[in-house]
């Protein structure tokens, strides 16, 4: 049997997810054996690979970087997964959203006030440009499944893998991990 090509991102997320998953305990050492992790905050490389089989998005899509991310990565993986509320729903990031467009919010934080330099983030390619409205990850690309939870739990992690893992593909959308 080849070995899954697994790949997790965080987008505009804080991270608690991935500590979910890390909660699989000895679960991760049965994952070694048939698993290699080519993409994200542990291995770190510069690039998102090809032939990817799943990846876990965390976090949701705040700004333009996160949708060239998650325009790469449907291009690449077989099974993209919205891993975590903050990628099914937009939960805690979509909080700004009530407040408006994103450059009124920006100009007073940066600029308008006294004690700033007068410098909005995303000029001279300081930061990624925020976008006026955050989205889950199924508005920007398709989504083959959704592991909900803030954050899902470590239990509810495992059951996915080992469906996903089983070559269940064409099940996963009415797994029961999909919301709705
Ligand atoms: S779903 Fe919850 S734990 Fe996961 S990134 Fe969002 S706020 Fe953090």
Same mark, same amino acid.
């Given at each position: ?81 919205? =891993?975590?509320?903050? $990628?099914?729903? %937009?939960?805690? @990031? ?6 408006? /467009?994103? !450059? ?55 059951? =996915?893998?080992?469906? $996903?893992?089983? %070559?269940?593909? @064409? ?6 991990? /999909?919301? !709705?």
């Amino acid at each position: 049997m080849d070995r899954v090509r697994l790949a997790t991102i965080w987008l505009g997320g804080c991270s608690g997810c991935h500590m979910s998953f890390l909660d699989l305990d000895e679960f991760l050492i049965d994952l070694a054996d048939i698993v290699d992790v080519v993409y994200g905050p542990v291995v770190d490389p510069k690039e998102y690979p090809d032939n990817v089989d799943i990846c876990l998005i965390e976090g949701a899509v705040c700004s333009d970087e996160h949708i060239h991310h998650v325009k790469n990565i449907r291009a690449k993986t077989k099974i993209v997964v919205a =891993f975590g509320d903050c $990628a099914v729903t %937009g939960n805690v @990031p979509a909080m700004r959203n009530p407040l408006g /467009k994103i !450059g009124p919010i920006l100009q007073e934080i940066y600029c308008d006030r006294p004690e700033t330099q007068g410098q909005m983030p995303g000029e001279k390619g300081l930061m990624p440009v925020l976008i006026d409205t955050v989205v889950p990850v199924h508005q920007v690309i398709k989504v083959d499944a959704f592991l909900p939870g803030c954050p899902p739990p470590a239990a509810r992690i495992k059951e =996915f893998v080992q469906l $996903a893992l089983s %070559g269940a593909e @064409p099940k996963l959308q009415g797994s029961g991990l /999909k919301p !709705g």
